[in-house]
């Protein structure tokens, strides 16, 4: 388990409860995984209007129960994506005390995912491994009902379209979100093809809160340069514990 002091040195500067952990993994173990996505079988992808994902360890029911299935050797054994994750502290008071379920999404340039919650299916910390291209992630928090002017709407609530805090999530690169920015804040990928950095308030280009624990040279380059970060084929495994979990389970798909 790493120790609280070594939690620290994740912190975002933009919000007390994300954690942004570079290099989760090695380049090796990221072009392996990618592999493995890429020579899975195609009815496991669901294709949705604006991305492709998979469902590894089982379905939610409608009613909010998980029918489990074992989660494919490359998640739990090689690389041993789960007991890292674990290790990291985030999940030890989870039912589970480790991710049960992970959701992989497949984000072309120009894709991307609505601001939006996990909700309460799920104990409220989320661990995000980002693979093969960098992405964005906006936090959102609902407009406050005195704030006057709607903007957009979730579940019929107004959001606050300017983040709380943006991160830029590398390759290889674990985000965790938990407390209130699981439980009363949305998140969101923008769908473009392209981010601009900005290094400071004067430049422009949105402002990340996680620009000094960057590691990637060409990221970082881009960055000081001001010129825009172009995104390639990008996979997240979103790693989550379902509280709850039903005796039965359906047969391995693979
Ligand atoms: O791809 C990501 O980084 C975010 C995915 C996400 O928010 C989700 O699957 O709920
Ligand atoms: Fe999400």
């Avoid at 984000?107 to 491994?129: F, K, N």
Wanted: net charge negative; aromatic share 8%.
């Amino acid at each position: 388990m790493y120790a609280e002091s070594a939690l620290s040195q994740f912190h975002t500067e933009g919000h007390e409860d994300a954690f942004y952990v570079p290099n989760f993994i090695t380049p090796e173990e990221e072009q392996y995984l990618i592999r493995k996505i890429c020579e899975s079988p195609q009815p496991l992808w669901k294709s949705l209007a604006n991305r492709r994902l998979q469902t590894w360890g089982g379905e939610i029911t409608t009613k909010g129960t998980l029918v489990p299935q074992p989660l494919p050797p490359f998640v739990n054994k090689f690389p041993d994506l789960v007991s890292r994750i674990k290790a990291t502290g985030f999940f030890k008071n989870s039912p589970h005390a480790e991710p049960n379920q992970i959701i992989m999404n497949e984000y072309l340039p120009g894709q991307g995912i609505m601001p939006h919650e996990d909700g309460p299916r799920y104990y409220p910390v989320v661990a995000t491994l980002s693979l093969g291209s960098h992405a964005v992630f906006h936090y959102y928090r609902y407009q406050a009902e005195a704030d006057g002017d709607a903007v957009s709407s979730g579940q019929g609530r107004s959001i606050n379209m300017i983040p709380v805090s943006s991160v830029l999530l590398e390759p290889r690169s674990l985000i965790i979100s938990s407390g209130s920015i699981y439980t009363s804040h949305l998140h969101g990928i923008d769908a473009l093809e392209e981010d601009l950095i900005a290094l400071d308030a004067s430049a422009s280009g949105i402002k990340v809160s996680n620009v000094a624990q960057l590691q990637d040279p060409a990221i970082k380059v881009s960055i000081h340069q001001g010129v825009p970060i172009k995104r390639g084929t990008r996979y997240s495994l979103t790693c989550r514990d379902v509280e709850r979990v039903s005796v039965f389970s359906t047969h391995p798909r693979r």
